[in-house]
């Protein structure tokens, strides 16, 4: 889809004719866009044959019945963002009383709803009812009741530094709403990634459109009775595939949160471009993995089997690549066999915690993904029950077909390299990954990789769960991602951070430096006072331990007077 928007003539009145004459037959959507945009220049016929005279009377009076018939249509996600707007500029969501009790109400959705989200689950992806509990339900609600607790901080005006010119005055970073988000949720994990933005969301006060994935359509479903809890005004649900995602792209938001693909991530970008709105992109990518030859192998391939067939390999932060040595590919391998029939045992496709593949799509896609590689675990699947086993592949080349692309299956290619220093130029040789996973027992190698390579995060000896810490923002850099979110990032990220100055008008000596005629002196001034930054913090502080010596001075200075007149008193 292209998201065309760029004015072709100067003036609005003249680009409104233009898109009507050339769009007003071929696209309605591109008809109804511009009506809603420039309704007040459509008003206005005198303007018509004034600007486009090569037009027909006929051809006029066509124009002017059509825009009345498409004015009066409204499509539902038009309705929705309205709706969602009207009820935002209303300023309910600005109190932190309504914010929690809506926050609040969330987790009572949740919670009330696991069973329902549950069996969800299982029919769109396979998940057990406690994996889902384990990952999705928790940090959901922990989520939650950190924005419930930290609110008041978050939300909170922020002191800064201050110049001598400022130093009277109030200089402060209030947060404050966007205005209505448009989050589209991913299939993968369709509870926690749609959700955690929206706590986000609410926490900063906005109203919210929220698009789950299609794809997993059961889950998506449970989604809709959001509205039976939440303020059905500020937040909405809209449910459907991509007519409906690229309804929704069409309409003005104040923040889009999209967590999925790069391919798709660029036209989310491309239509937000149209109304200037901001972005947080969630992708993913390649997210190597290298093994240290010198690491304790056992450990390492039982965290990496774990981090990489969770969910049947559908995780955007899963291991998608080994890089190791060639002296330790065999014992890797054995390790991985190993933990594979340790967490699935010997038949993985009748385990409840091991997944399926969302749809028939992704599994030809995976399976094509094998060819010209060598399998050295795995490879099978059933179609019909969109069942990939856990594959290993070995001696990979790297431009093989599976390292073409983001893997999002259950398939782990292993390739060699001679050491640290080709795993570094190998990485920076692609694009920019999620996350980096190292294992290794020297820090001194792990310290060097962070500082020679770039990614969204770096995750060392373990995998995964630097996403649950939600001290750290979790986002991309380059192809994978822009922005971060997890607890106090989700809020920032969904806020606009307000400079506030707020100055007296009775210091305006202080002033004359500013004013004409400029002269040396007050050039030098100047210098001086807008130069030097005043930590007022750090300057109340040594105000108080001053006047603390002081005082403390004085009470010894005092008992010190009172024991030696004691003292004499007694000698006399």
């Known amino acids: 889809m292209k998201y065309d928007c760029k004015p072709k003539q100067k003036g609005k009145t003249f680009y409104c004719l233009y898109v009507f004459v050339n769009y007003v037959w071929s696209q309605r959507f591109c008809l109804l866009q511009c009506y809603n945009i420039q309704d007040g220049f459509l008003r206005q016929r005198t303007s018509i044959p004034r600007v486009h005279r090569g037009l027909r009377h006929r051809e006029l009076s066509l124009l002017r019945v059509k825009t009345v018939i498409v004015g009066k249509r409204m499509s539902r996600e038009q309705k929705v963002v309205q709706q969602a707007r009207s009820a935002f500029l209303t300023g309910r969501s600005r109190p932190f009383h309504y914010r929690i009790q809506q926050l609040q109400s969330l987790r009572r959705f949740v919670l009330e709803r696991k069973s329902d989200f549950a069996a969800a689950l299982q029919k769109d ?83 919210a459109v929220i698009k789950p994935s299609e794809l997993s359509s059961h889950t998506a479903k449970v989604m809709e009775d959001l509205s039976l809890y939440l303020d059905k005004e500020m937040y909405h649900v809209v449910t459907g595939g991509v007519t409906e995602s690229q309804e929704l792209l069409k309409q003005r938001f104040d923040h889009i949160f999209y967590t999925g693909n790069s391919m798709v991530g660029k036209l989310v970008m491309q239509a937000a471009s149209c109304h200037l709105t901001p972005v947080t992109l969630e992708l993913g990518g390649k997210s190597p993995c290298y093994i240290d030859k010198d690491c304790d192998i056992t450990i390492a391939c039982r965290r990496i089997t774990w981090g ?220 001086i006072v807008l130069l030097n930054q005043v930590n007022v913090g750090r300057l109340w502080r040594v105000v108080l331990v001053t006047l603390l010596g002081i005082l403390a001075a004085f009470v010894v200075q005092v008992r010190l007077s009172t024991n030696t007149q004691s003292h004499l008193e007694r000698s006399t």
């Open 308 to 527: 990489k067939y969770l969910n049947c390999g559908q995780t955007c932060i899963a291991p998608d690549y080994i890089l190791c040595e060639p002296s330790i590919q065999d014992r890797l391998l054995e390790e991985i066999r190993k933990s594979i029939k340790e967490f699935y045992t010997d038949d993985p496709k009748s385990f409840t915690d091991y997944g399926r593949i969302v749809n028939q799509r992704h599994f030809q896609r995976l399976m094509a993904l094998l060819k010209g590689s060598t399998v050295a675990i795995g490879g099978n699947g059933d179609e019909s029950e969109r069942y990939i086993e856990p594959t290993v592949l070995r001696d990979v080349n790297p431009e093989a077909k599976v390292m073409q692309e983001e893997i999002f299956g259950p398939i782990l290619p292993v390739l060699t390299v001679s050491g640290a220093d080709e795993a570094i130029s190998f990485i920076n040789s692609r694009e920019k990954p999620l996350v980096l996973y190292i294992f290794s027992s020297n820090k001194k190698l792990i310290k060097r990789m962070i500082e020679e390579t770039s990614s969204g995060g770096v995750l060392a000896n373990d995998c995964l769960v630097h996403s649950t810490v939600s001290a750290l923002p979790f986002g991309g850099v380059g192809n994978s991602g822009m922005g971060s979110y997890h607890g106090k990032y989700t809020f920032d990220q969904l806020s606009h951070l307000r400079s506030c100055l707020i100055r007296k008008l009775a210091t305006e000596k202080a002033n004359m430096m500013r004013y004409p005629p400029h002269t040396f002196e007050k050039i030098r001034w100047a210098r």
């Open 125 to 207: 992806l396979g998940k057990s009812e406690h994996g889902m509990e384990l990952f999705e339900l928790l940090g959901v609600e922990r989520e939650i009741m950190l924005a419930i607790d930290e609110l008041p901080k978050w939300a909170a005006p922020k002191p800064v530094e201050k110049n001598l010119l400022t130093i009277m005055d109030e200089v402060y970073v209030q947060p404050e709403p966007l205005g209505v988000v448009l989050i589209i949720g991913a299939w993968n994990y369709p509870l926690a990634v749609t959700l955690q933005p929206l706590i986000g969301a609410i926490a900063a006060g906005n109203a």
